[in-house]
């Protein structure tokens, strides 16, 4: 198990599109032990690209494993998938943040598909340590001038970082209303104890959006991804969003964080 763990851990595949004579796809795969691996063309139906995110927890014993069968899964679907294990070239090349830019510019020029956060106590955590530090900063930002997200967190594990910036664009959908659409969540039922959440209910900065338990939920995960966003879906996000700006005018007091 442990070789195993180390292998996907170690393991990144990127794909480049060459134009020469025509068209050619090149793919480069980079591991630290010989792999045997297997490549072929095939056709897959306009049903959209998945970007799956690793929560801040995910060094822990049996999380990479469930985020990458999950990314697996989400492939066998026929849906174009990326997930940020797979992806450690890109993000040591890319850096966090663009390289989550370039996924969610992909998921709507391919016009569908949905970004999916994986939620255990470290990403509940997360957002409502994101929430303490900048949902202040963010809201007199947007309000006041309009501009983009504030700087996210850093940590010295990439995969924390991203999921930090994914925190930061989800902020910026909620004030547009929209977050619902291009976002949602995912735990498991054969996540680890100390990491499993068994309080169902979200941080503020996370409400709304819809919640699926893995893997006796996988259909309507899949139904979610496909179909998009409903106004039911609409109605509770635009509900949980106006709770979250309440909760923060109440909570929040001006500090040093705020952006003039």
Not at 18 to 43: F, G, I, T
Not at 58 to 68: A, D, I, N
Not at 144 to 161: E, K, N, R, W
């Amino acid at each position: 198990v442990l070789i195993q763990r180390n292998e996907w851990k170690n393991l990144s595949v990127s794909l480049a599109l060459v134009e020469r004579n025509k068209a050619l796809l090149l793919w480069n795969l980079s591991a630290p032990c010989r792999l045997d691996a297997q490549v072929w063309p095939c056709h897959r139906a306009v049903r959209g690209h998945v970007v799956v995110l690793s929560p801040p927890d995910s060094e822990e014993e049996g999380v990479c494993e469930l985020v990458c069968g999950l990314g697996s899964f989400l492939l066998e679907q026929g849906l174009g998938v990326s997930v940020d294990q797979w992806s450690h070239a890109e993000l040591c090349s890319l850096g966090p943040l663009p390289w989550l830019y370039a996924q969610l510019l992909r998921v709507e020029q391919l016009g569908g598909g949905k970004v999916v956060l994986v939620l255990t106590c470290g990403a509940r955590q997360k957002a409502q340590e994101w929430t303490r530090l900048y949902g202040r900063s963010q809201q007199a930002r947007t309000e006041d001038l309009g501009q983009g997200p504030p700087p996210i967190m850093t940590s010295s594990f990439p995969y924390a970082d991203v999921f930090s910036a994914s925190l930061s664009c989800v902020a910026g959908d909620r004030q547009l209303g929209r977050a619902g659409e291009r976002f949602l969540l995912v735990d498991f039922e054969s996540c680890p104890v100390q990491l499993a959440c068994h309080d169902r209910h979200l941080p503020d900065l996370l409400e709304g959006l819809s919640l699926f338990r893995l893997p006796s939920q996988n259909q309507a995960m899949l139904s979610e991804i496909m179909r998009g966003g409903n106004s039911q879906r609409q109605t509770a996000e635009d509900k949980g969003a106006a709770r979250y700006i309440k909760v923060k005018e109440k909570t929040s007091s001006p500090g040093p964080e705020t952006v003039p």
